[in-house]
């Protein structure tokens, strides 16, 4: 490794126990740091009948780790002037610490405890057990997660990592116990399969020496791999469901995707800015909100990730209008997988794209979130300083077929939710 | 014994304030300009002391919805211009609507600076805001509005507040009533647009990457020309004094109870802000203009915070915090909670008061004390990382106050003791004036 000093190129490492460590110079004025340890912990890892595990687990290892509880943690970080974050989803669970650069080896130091040693204490397990159950049945009574939720249990089989939102069902999150989050953790925050993100004015030399020491326990060994089953559903479906009371109605239209790996994936990326994901520019915002004045919110989104993929068309609207924006968004998806994509409207795309990098070297967080893509998904050390190449490179007749496979109408399901009886 | 090593406190800025050059133009615009050099962004923000302090009942939700018209068309930039100028380069943008204030902002990669000073001073006074875009932008207002009110929170909120206000305009929420939703004209809505927004009553703030020199130059060239206008607005009829409490229940979909209670707290400008700081920092563990983390907002749950060991560890709250927001006038000082499965309302009323009188009697611990001033300076020690967060927080403080309240409320908040906390809570909590809005859900829980 040596000492680059472009945000936009990272280099790859061989940390402990078989964890690969990757290293991302700081945006040029940052004074800050950010490190990420990323397990194979996600939900889709949670045993059977034990929903749920996951995301607790992941909860726990902010609520006090190694010799300090739940309180004293967060009065070292207060002192350290850091902060200490998890994030699950469905393939892992990310450990993020963040702070002054000047505090880094502290820090780190409050990392690996979260990750190494964390207390998991009862009363903390009660209490995030309690959270979660509450926010899960307040996401079912809400009609925007509640429309994602059906979403992708109409696109996925049981069994589908996609196919939950990962916070299990009451049953299942109040039978679990202390010992089955020891144990989740003890199998899944291991070296191999793991990753070490920081993104650091560290030299690479300090850094690997670093955490060689700080996670020298880490565990020696694989995470239990898991099968995923197919995601292709036979039919195309339509779900609705009145929560009366409401005031908006959520609009899905969506369906399973490709992987991030597909080589198709830049020019379905492309596809998806031009429908919705650029947001003030796409056409669906153009035409629900900016032309037709039907919806606050409308953008699309494509998930591409190690085990799969979903796109999802989406719009929220008044009961009075919702029926109007669900043919909008069928149409639009149709189009743009149907019918090439003028030269213009997919340069001035593209070159927004390609610009809004600069935005993310802004602060040390969001150049962090650069290189978290790159450490996931195995990409070249280099992917960042050669994705507007990359970019520049597709044909509107490549993005447009891309489409077709990425955005599969012909099996997509729509989903309303929200109070469809005022309509 | 072992003795271990002390962490220092953090008690300097690691991210320094930027040194900040500041003119005014001849017709009323102030400017403030932090460069940056290494900065690969630059970023422009316009803040009118404009918001929803200034509509009367029938305009309600004027100020926010010119916000929107401000992206709908000018004479250089037609409809859907603005959002492609800046987006086709990489940049982003938006704009946000507050009581006292409306912001709008641009970051764009450094090169590209004048596309949103070119904007800026396009629409600060010449904003079309034609009768048809008015009109088509009345349902996407109200889809905000109604995306809004699925949420318990944001209607108990608005009627804490209707509660709270009989005269004074902080009555209604800056997204306005429905009924003026539906009935403002685009005639009024022009109206108000021409006598408020105006160099007089704008702030421009540029930070990032730009050259002092060159970008002053330019801002001259740009914003000059631009006649002084802007109404006064400064909001002449206080709120009297309440007096008993006043209590409102609702109800509607949901899955468990939540209340929120409010006292009447000062306007930022008041010798009593600090420690009012501090009694929002000692129970809900955060204060607002210093809180800690990457992002711009508040961060989650403080374990120490006395609302959450008091509430959430007990099994009473799932969620408690307490909030108190700068307001140019005096406002409120709230506690929110979120009652655990199986706790009545009453029983969680019954609890904050607890903590409440608990701080009242006691005042704060020495070592709550050196807690909340750590997480404080904490809060201002990494403010100012990138453009962006340099443009809110300099426009911020000066839209509200001056450019130079922030370091002289950071040294106050320092200075502030726990006698001083403890009076300030007897102050706030004890006068009889509170308000206290309870939500109950009607429906059984969905099926999970």
């Known amino acids: 490794m040596s000492n680059r000093t472009d945000p936009l190129?990272?280099?790859?490492?061989?940390?402990?126990?078989?964890?690969?460590?990757?290293?991302?110079?700081?945006?040029?004025?940052?004074?800050?740091?950010?490190?990420?340890?990323?397990?194979?912990?996600?939900?889709?890892?949670?045993?059977?009948?034990?929903?749920?595990?996951?995301?607790?687990?992941?909860?726990?290892?902010?609520?006090?780790?190694?010799?300090?509880?739940?309180?004293?943690?967060?009065?070292?970080?207060?002192?350290?002037?850091?902060?200490?974050?998890?994030?699950?989803?469905?393939?892992?669970?990310?450990?993020?610490?963040?702070?002054?650069?000047?505090?880094?080896?502290?820090?780190?130091?409050?990392?690996?405890?979260?990750?190494?040693?964390?207390?998991?204490?009862?009363?903390?397990?009660?209490?995030?057990?309690?959270?979660?159950?509450?926010?899960?049945?307040?996401?079912?009574?809400?009609?925007?997660?509640?429309?994602?939720?059906?979403?992708?249990?109409?696109?996925?089989?049981?069994?589908?990592?996609?196919?939950?939102?990962?916070?299990?069902?009451?049953?299942?999150?109040?039978?679990?116990?202390?010992?089955?989050?020891?144990?989740?953790?003890?199998?899944?925050?291991?070296?191999?399969?793991?990753?070490?993100?920081?993104?650091?004015?560290?030299?690479?030399?300090?850094?690997?020496?670093?955490?060689?020491?700080?996670?020298?326990?880490?565990?020696?060994?694989?995470?239990?791999?898991?099968?995923?089953?197919?995601?292709?559903?036979?039919?195309?479906?339509?779900?609705?469901l009145d929560l009366p009371g409401r005031t908006q109605v959520e609009v899905r239209f969506g369906g399973a995707s490709i992987p991030r790996a597909d080589p198709g994936y830049a020019a379905s990326y492309l596809a998806n800015e031009v429908l919705g994901g650029a947001t003030l520019l796409s056409r669906l915002f153009t035409r629900v909100r900016s032309k037709g004045g039907l919806a606050y919110h409308a953008s699309s989104h494509l998930e591409a990730m190690r085990f799969g993929g979903y796109w999802v068309a989406q719009a929220g609207a008044g009961a009075d209008r919702w029926k109007k924006v669900v043919p909008m968004l069928r149409q639009e998806v149709r189009r743009i997988s149907e019918s090439p994509i003028p030269s213009t409207e997919l340069d001035l795309i593209r070159e927004s794209r390609i610009g809004e990098i600069a935005l993310a070297l802004e602060s040390t967080s969001d150049a962090h979130e650069l290189a978290l893509d790159v450490a996931y998904h195995g990409l070249p050390e280099d992917h960042w300083v050669t994705w507007p190449a990359s970019l520049r490179s597709l044909s509107p007749t490549e993005v447009r077929r891309a489409a077709e496979r990425a955005f599969d109408v012909r099996h997509a399901t729509t989903v309303v939710v929200g109070p469809l009886g005022r309509g | 014994m072992r003795v271990r090593a002390a962490l220092p406190e953090m008690a300097r800025r690691v991210v320094p304030r930027p040194k900040v050059d500041s003119f005014r133009l001849a017709n009323g615009l102030r400017v403030l300009l932090a460069p940056n050099p290494e900065s690969p962004t630059a970023s422009v923000w316009v803040w009118y002391r404009v918001g929803s302090k200034n509509e009367h009942p029938g305009i309600t939700g004027a100020s926010h919805w010119v916000e929107h018209m401000l992206f709908e068309g000018s004479p250089r930039y037609p409809k859907g211009a603005i959002d492609r100028a800046v987006v086709q380069?990489?940049?982003?943008?938006?704009?946000?609507?507050?009581?006292?204030?409306?912001?709008?902002?641009?970051?764009?990669?450094?090169?590209?600076?004048?596309?949103?000073?070119?904007?800026?001073?396009?629409?600060?006074?010449?904003?079309?805001?034609?009768?048809?875009?008015?009109?088509?932008?009345?349902?996407?207002?109200?889809?905000?509005?109604?995306?809004?009110?699925?949420?318990?929170?944001?209607?108990?909120?608005?009627?804490?507040?209707?509660?709270?206000?009989?005269?004074?305009?902080?009555?209604?929420?800056?997204?306005?009533?429905?009924?003026?939703?539906?009935?403002?004209?685009?005639?009024?809505?022009?109206?108000?647009?021409?006598?408020?927004?105006?160099?007089r009553n704008a702030l421009l703030v540029i930070s990032g990457g730009f050259d002092l020199r060159n970008t002053a130059a330019e801002v001259r060239r740009r914003f000059s020309s631009l006649p002084a206008t802007g109404a006064d607005v400064a909001v002449d009829h206080p709120e009297p004094a309440a007096h008993g409490e006043r209590r409102g229940e609702l109800s509607g979909p949901g899955t468990t109870p939540y209340l929120q209670m409010a006292w009447r707290s000062p306007a930022l400008d008041d010798p009593l802000t600090p420690a009012t700081m501090l009694v929002d920092t000692i129970l809900g563990g955060e204060t607002r203009l210093f809180s800690a983390g990457p992002g711009w907002g508040r961060a989650g749950e403080h374990p120490s915070a006395r609302l959450c060991r008091a509430l959430v560890e007990t099994g009473l709250a799932v969620r408690a915090t307490s909030e108190w927001r700068p307001r140019v006038y005096p406002g409120l000082f709230t506690i929110q909670a979120q009652a655990a499965r199986g706790v009545t309302l009453d029983r969680l009323e019954s609890a904050i008061e607890v903590v409440v009188e608990r701080l009242c009697r006691s005042g704060p611990t020495a070592q709550e004390m050196r807690d909340a001033q750590t997480r404080i300076r904490r809060g201002a020690a990494l403010a100012y990382e990138g453009a962006s967060r340099t443009g809110f927080r300099l426009g911020y403080f000066a839209v509200l106050h001056s450019s130079s309240f922030e370091d002289q409320l950071f040294q106050q908040l320092l200075a502030v003791r726990p006698r001083e906390v403890r009076d300030r809570a007897r102050q706030l909590f004890g006068s009889e004036t509170r308000v206290v809005v309870r939500y109950e859900p009607t429906g059984g829980a969905p099926d999970e």
Not at chain 1, 187 to 211: E, I, K, N, Q, W
Not at chain 1, 214 to 228: G, I, K, Q, T
Not at chain 2, 126 to 132: G, I, K, M, Q, S
Request: one cysteine or more; glycine letters at 8%.
């Open chain 1, 9 to 240: 190129r990272v280099e790859y490492a061989e940390g402990p126990a078989g964890m690969r460590i990757v290293r991302q110079p700081p945006p040029p004025s940052a004074a800050t740091f950010s490190a990420t340890y990323v397990g194979p912990a996600g939900w889709a890892y949670d045993p059977a009948g034990a929903g749920g595990t996951a995301r607790l687990t992941g909860q726990l290892l902010t609520s006090g780790a190694g010799r300090r509880n739940r309180i004293e943690l967060a009065r070292y970080l207060d002192r350290a002037g850091g902060t200490l974050s998890t994030q699950c989803d469905p393939e892992s669970t990310d450990v993020t610490v963040w702070g002054p650069a000047d505090q880094t080896e502290r820090l780190l130091g409050v990392l690996a405890d979260a990750v190494l040693r964390p207390r998991f204490e009862v009363a903390d397990l009660d209490r995030v057990r309690r959270q979660l159950i509450e926010r899960q049945l307040r996401e079912l009574a809400q009609p925007g997660a509640r429309a994602d939720r059906e979403l992708f249990r109409s696109i996925f089989p049981a069994g589908h990592p996609y196919h939950t939102t990962g916070g299990g069902d009451r049953r299942s999150v109040t039978r679990l116990r202390r010992g089955d989050l020891v144990r989740f953790h003890a199998r899944h925050f291991v070296g191999d399969g793991g990753l070490f993100v920081a993104t650091t004015p560290m030299s690479s030399r300090s850094l690997v020496a670093a955490v060689h020491r700080m996670f020298a326990d880490l565990p020696d060994r694989r995470a239990p791999s898991v099968a995923v089953p197919s995601a292709s559903p036979s039919t195309k479906r339509e779900v609705s």
């Open chain 2, 89 to 199: 380069v990489g940049g982003e943008l938006n704009a946000f609507t507050d009581t006292d204030f409306t912001a709008y902002f641009s970051t764009v990669p450094r090169d590209h600076l004048s596309i949103p000073l070119d904007i800026e001073s396009d629409r600060m006074t010449r904003a079309l805001l034609t009768d048809r875009e008015v009109e088509r932008e009345r349902t996407v207002i109200h889809s905000e509005r109604e995306g809004n009110e699925n949420w318990p929170e944001f209607r108990v909120e608005e009627e804490v507040y209707q509660l709270a206000f009989r005269i004074h305009p902080y009555r209604w929420d800056a997204l306005g009533r429905r009924e003026d939703i539906e009935r403002l004209t685009p005639e009024e809505l022009r109206s108000y647009y021409h006598k408020f927004y105006g160099t």
